[in-house]
């Protein structure tokens, strides 16, 4: 008998097994990543990957399936503190809240509009009452991976032209590499890569080659070096297609 909410990694890739056996294991590791360990979530995925619906997270999460199982994890009319607080967490793989990590917050309450204890406030509620946020130290992030994906979509989906300013104002190399984490798993369609590109492309971010020598700049390469030979852009991105890195 499983627990139809969660599993731990490898009972949920049982399940999936026992379900879904012509998916591979590489399949069964990322819908198990994807779902947080969620089952429910982890079936409607899968049920997308048997019948060949290999679409970006970042598309999938706007299946007609998934998107009703997502509106029932949050609930009908939440608290618009809490519905800000899932939203800011989203923008990142996880997001610091507390200590010396509170700027991360702060940054990103200025973004939403809102004010630190606002968001601290949902984050209690959904945390509490939904079990949707997890801890990890200092860090908050929403758990299952796939709702923080679909909640970050929409948001860059709806205000792409943000981003430059925002990117600029992130207190850290640590929160640069969580929010381009976050990015880089919503997949290759076209709004998220536009917003990638439009990273690339700001002068805040690589003014020079040089630059991608720097600490800080010389990881986020790495993470961006997927989107060097964009399928969705002509023009090609900015230093990654040309040179290479020594990590």
């Not at 079936?43 to 970006?56: Q, S, T």
């Not at 945390?127 to 979509?153: D, H, N």
């Not at 032209?161 to 640069?176: K, M, N, Q, V, W």
């Amino acid at each position: 008998r499983f627990n139809l909410d969660r599993e731990s990694g490898p009972e949920l890739e049982s399940i999936l097994q026992a379900g879904f056996p012509r998916l591979g294991d590489q399949e069964r590791r990322y819908i198990s990543k994807l779902s947080s360990g969620d089952v429910r979530a982890a079936v409607l995925i899968a049920r997308h990957y048997r019948d060949g619906d290999i679409a970006p997270p970042g598309e999938l999460v706007e299946r007609e399936e998934l998107t009703r199982f997502l509106d029932g994890l949050v609930g009908v009319n939440p608290p618009d503190d809490m519905e800000q607080a899932l939203c800011a967490l989203s923008l990142f793989s996880a997001l610091g809240v507390d200590g010396e990590l509170e700027e991360e917050l702060r940054v990103t309450a200025e973004l939403l509009g809102r004010t630190v204890a606002e968001l601290k406030t949902g984050i209690g509620k959904a945390t509490a009452s939904r079990s949707l946020v997890e801890r990890r130290g200092r860090l908050r992030f929403v758990s299952p991976e796939i709702l923080a994906i679909r909640l970050a979509a929409r948001f860059w989906n709806e205000r792409q032209s943000e981003l430059r300013d925002f990117f600029g104002r992130l207190p850290s190399p640590a929160a640069i590499q969580r929010f381009i984490e976050r990015l880089l798993i919503l997949g290759e369609d076209a709004h998220p890569t536009a917003v990638v590109v439009d990273l690339l492309g700001s002068a805040s971010v690589f003014r020079a080659s040089h630059d991608l020598t720097a600490p800080d700049r010389a990881d986020l390469s790495h993470y961006l070096q997927p989107y060097s030979r964009s399928p969705v852009t002509a023009a090609p991105i900015p230093f990654l297609c040309s040179v290479s890195l020594v990590r």
